[in-house]
C-alpha cells in the first residue's frame, strides 16, 4: 500500500510562537556553544521533518513546540504515526528517490540496525547525550543512532469494570478464559512496540502464548496505545502492552484507569533515532538530535507523563522508580530477526 502524505500532515503540530521575538533571542544567546553553531548553521535551512514513531501525538506535538520556541527560524514539521508505518513511509521515501525525513525515531530498534547496515543513516554523536543516564547511552558504539525513547509498556485495567483485586497480575494471567473477550492490544503490523513485547513473550512462553491469547478474542487495533481509548469507552476491561505515559496522562485527566505492574516484568523498549543519510535539511537534524538528548527535550515530554531521559529531570508526579520495577526487553540482535517473525506469525494466528 502506497503511503502519501499531505500538507496538512507534513505542517501540522509544532506551530511555536512568532520568529524572532525578544524573549527567543535572549534564549538564543544563552545557548551552549555547540547547539549554537548548529542553530546558526540551521537557520539557514528553516525546517526539519520529523517522523515520530515513539511518543504519542500530544507529546509529540509538545517536543515539536518546545524545540521551536527554543529555536526560532527552525521549525519541526512533527509526522506522527506508529513505528511500523514510520519505517514503512520511509522505506518508500527512498525507493522513490523523496528527500523528506530529517530524523527518524522508532519503537523498534532493528529498523536501526537493517538502516546502518545498508549505509542509509548518517553518523552522528549528540553532545548532549553525554547528560543522558548511563544505562541508555552509547546504544551504537559507532554513533549512527542513539537513544531518544525511553518507553514502558505494562497491562492496564478499567476500574469501573474491573477491581484491583480481580485484575490479572502476570502476563500469563491474561491467558485465563476468563478474559475471554475483554482483552485489547496493538498489532506488531503497524507498532513496533507490540513487535518487541511479542518478541519478549515469545522468548518467555513460546508462541504457545499467542494461540492460547487467541482464544481469548482480543479486540486487536493498530497502536499500542489504542488500548486506553478502549478501555476509557468501556468497550474492553483489561489492556495488554499499553505504554505507561498514555495511560498516566488519561488517568491525570479522571479516566478509570489503573496500571498494573505483570509480576514477570514490564517491557522497557530503549528505542533510538537517527539521522538518515539523504536528509535535506542536516544541520536542522543534528539540532533536533541535540535537543532530543538535552534537559529540556526531557523535560517538554515529562509534562506529558513520559520518562525523562537524564538525572537531572525529576520523573513525572507518581511514576514508580524504575529501580523498583523489573525491565525485560530483547536485545537489538533479537529485535531485528524476530519481529518480522513475529507479525507473520501474529497473521497465522490471529488471521489480522
Known sequence: MKLTLTKRQLLSVATGAAVGGPAFRAAAQTLPAHEKALYDAAKAEGELTWYSGQYNAESSEAMGRAFNDRFPGVHCNVVRSTSQVAFQRLSQDT???????????????????????????TQYTPV???GMLPSIQNVDPDGYFHTSFLGLFLMIHNTQLVSEANAPKSWADALDPKWRNQLAVGHPGFSGAIGVWAVQMRKMYGWDYFTKLERNKPLIGRSSQDPVTTLNSGERSVGLCVPVGTTALAMSRGNPLKLIYPTEGVLATISPSAIPSNAPHPNAAKLFMEFQASKAGSEAVRDYYNEPLRGDVAPAPGARPLSEITLLAPSIAEQETGVPEVREAWRDTFGI
Open 128 to 130: 548532549n547525550a553525554a
Open 95 to 121: 525507493r522513490a528517490g523523496v528527500r523528506q525525513c530529517d530524523v527518524f525515531s522508532s519503537t523498534n530498534s532493528g529498523h536501526f540496525t537493517q538502516l546502518k547496515r545498508e549505509g542509509k543513516l
